[in-house]
């Protein structure tokens, strides 16, 4: 089991020592997508789908959490 351990982290070591060397994060496209996702359970049975795309690029200026 060790073993095995070893070996995936072998695999993925360029990627795990490239965080360090460049500190990019998905933390944020993350949150978004994550939001986006509520608004559309939200928003189930609109029709209005032009109403709904202004949302979604408004999203990024809102600074509070969506809350059903």
Do not use: Q, W
């Amino acid at each position: 089991m060790l073993k095995k351990f070893a070996d995936t982290l072998a695999g993925y070591k360029s990627g795990i020592l490239a965080c360090y060397d460049y500190r990019i994060s998905s933390g944020p496209l993350e949150g978004t997508n994550n939001k986006i996702k509520t608004m559309k359970r939200m928003a189930y049975g609109f029709r209005d789908m032009e109403f709904f795309k202004l949302k979604i690029m408004a999203l990024h200026e809102t600074k509070y959490a969506l809350v059903g």
